[in-house]
């Protein structure tokens, strides 16, 4: 492989069709539809491996929505916290389907949508399998969908379906199969009246030895009790393991600790490190070996790291590190923070070609800041 610039990300295309193809397999045995939730993924150089897979794209914004149509085609679901008017005359001739997120939209925007699209309503079951509280939907207070005790029967002469989405990284099919009783049971009057039921994403079933099967004859059987059409909106479970960062080490410095610095930074390219506090995992390291490092970032916040590791061999400057299963909820959320150089975005053929899906210079930093 040619000598690339760092940073970057590199995506492998057959990592990516392996996950594909178990979702393939989930959707054989269930019955249910999955579309793809573009705010964990949005590379769309990718899209057309993942196309002939997924039934097509879910959003939680008004440009998610137009990618989606413009770039991914199959169905084009619209969701947001909140729509305006202008977001929804954005939306409209683009949905397949537009799911509010609570009793107020769908009241406001009702009438303005419902000869465009099937028309949804995002429900909070209260109940939930999440690791962390900042991703749990039915946290205390959650702003996200509508409880059962605000609502009554009448929402079905306005919506074809309901939303759900409470999962997070769930890998534990035992516990999503408790959800879903939960809702089948508390719903049923509801479920009973509705031609489509997305389930949200969350659902880990591309993990190791998920046992897919399982899931999907779950699903299946829901399906067929309530006689509806199952929808899942996977994002991470799509694209996991798919991309490794790759950076450079810069500089050792010493503090008590080794820290090695390297050409990336948390905060502006691997953001969610920082966010839910999960150490990086690097290809280079053995865990337990002689040479201990913190992997640092080159940005000014003093608490930015990436892991703290260890190695068979000291670290070398101008070595090259890859930070692994970092496809997910990175390439959406890089920023310009300290004026860092932006990663480039590559991606690895199935026929070891090397695609430039974008790459990033001076130009776009101050073009995002002013004209
Ligand atoms: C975040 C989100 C998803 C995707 O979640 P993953 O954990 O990436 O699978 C799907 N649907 C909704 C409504 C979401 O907010």
Redesign the pocket.
């Known amino acids: 492989m040619k000598n690339l610039n760092t940073p970057y990300f590199m995506i492998n295309e057959q990592a990516l069709i392996d996950n594909l193809e178990k979702a393939k397999q989930l959707k054989e045995i269930s019955g249910a539809k999955l579309v793809l939730?573009l705010?964990?993924f949005s590379t769309w150089g990718t899209f057309n491996t993942i196309k002939p897979y997924l039934d097509g794209t879910?959003s939680?914004g008004p440009y998610e929505v137009r990618l989606g149509h413009e770039k991914f085609g199959g169905e084009t679901h619209a969701?947001s916290v909140g729509y305006s008017n202008a977001d929804i005359e954005a939306v409209k001739p683009l949905s397949d389907k537009i799911i509010f997120n609570s009793l107020s939209q769908l009241e406001a925007h009702y009438e303005n949508c419902k000869d465009s699209a099937s028309l949804g309503l995002?429900i909070n079951p209260e109940m939930s399998v999440a690791g962390q509280d900042l991703a749990n939907?039915a946290r205390a207070y959650s702003r996200l969908g509508v409880k059962q005790d605000i609502l009554n029967l009448d929402v079905l002469n306005k919506v074809d379906g309901f939303?759900f989405?409470m999962?997070?990284?769930n890998k534990d099919v035992d516990a999503f199969i408790r959800v879903l009783d939960h809702i089948s049971t508390t719903f049923t009057e509801y479920l009973d009246q509705l031609t489509w039921l997305s389930l949200?994403?969350?659902?880990f079933f591309t993990y190791p030895n998920y046992p897919i099967e399982k899931l999907g004859l779950a699903l299946k059987a829901f399906a067929e009790k309530h006689s509806l059409q199952v929808y899942l909106?996977?994002?991470?479970?799509i694209i996991t393991r798919t991309a490794d960062l790759v950076v450079s080490v810069i500089d050792i410095v010493e503090n008590d600790k080794q820290t090695a610095i390297v050409d990336s930074a948390t905060e502006a390219h691997r953001l969610d490190t920082l966010i839910y506090n999960e150490p990086a995992s690097i290809k280079e390291a053995t865990e337990g070996a002689t040479y201990n490092y913190i992997i640092g970032s080159c940005s000014c916040l003093a608490g930015d790291q990436f892991c703290e590791t260890q190695f068979e061999k000291p670290l070398q400057i101008g070595q090259k590190l890859h930070l692994l299963d970092s496809a997910?909820y990175t390439m959406v959320k890089l920023n310009w923070f300290n004026g860092l150089k932006m990663p480039s975005i590559y991606f690895e053929r199935i026929n070891g070609d090397i695609e430039v899906l974008n790459e990033f210079g001076y130009e776009d930093f101050k073009n995002t800041l002013g004209r």
């Open positions: 939730a705010k964990c879910t939680s969701y995002r939907p939303m989405h999962n997070c990284e949200g994403g969350g659902i909106e996977p994002g991470e479970a997910g």
